[in-house]
């Protein structure tokens, strides 16, 4: 079992930053996929951004390459989005997510644990 809590959401304008924390507890943190999904009002969960347990591979969604990075602490059991260039469309629930699966990436239906969300919201 892994426990996952988001923070670092809030408001902010176009154009702007943030980073998104998602502390992990329970099960040993290296052992698991990490990825980022976000869920706008009225449309699905999808993906954003994934790494590989080591740390070394990563994957973005297209619509935020070049603007989001991913990255893990395994030894802090937390992994970050850093948001840059942000637009009214990143607005959204933003949720952290743990696969015990290899490569899983933006296949969410993989991804075996769930944060609660932090809301993340972008004014024009």
């Known amino acids: 079992q892994v426990q996952l809590v988001e923070s670092g959401g809030g408001l902010v304008q176009a154009g702007g930053s943030l980073r998104l924390s998602c502390a992990a507890s329970?099960?040993?943190?290296?052992?698991?996929?990490m990825g980022w999904f976000r869920q706008a009002p009225g449309k699905e969960r999808e993906f954003v951004a994934a790494?590989?347990?080591?740390?070394?591979?990563?994957y973005y969604a297209d619509s935020v390459k070049g603007r989001f990075a991913i990255s893990r602490d395994n030894a802090k059991s937390t992994v970050w989005l850093q948001m840059n260039a942000l637009k009214p469309e990143d607005t959204a629930v933003y949720y952290c997510?743990?696969?015990?699966?290899?490569?899983?990436?933006?296949?969410?239906?993989?991804?075996?644990?769930w944060g609660q969300g932090t809301q993340v919201t972008v004014s024009s």
């Open positions: 790494i590989s347990r080591s740390g070394i591979s990563t």
């Open positions: 329970g099960r040993a943190f290296s052992s698991y996929d």
């Open positions: 997510a743990a696969t015990p699966l290899r490569s899983a990436a933006q296949a969410r239906e993989s991804y075996k644990y």
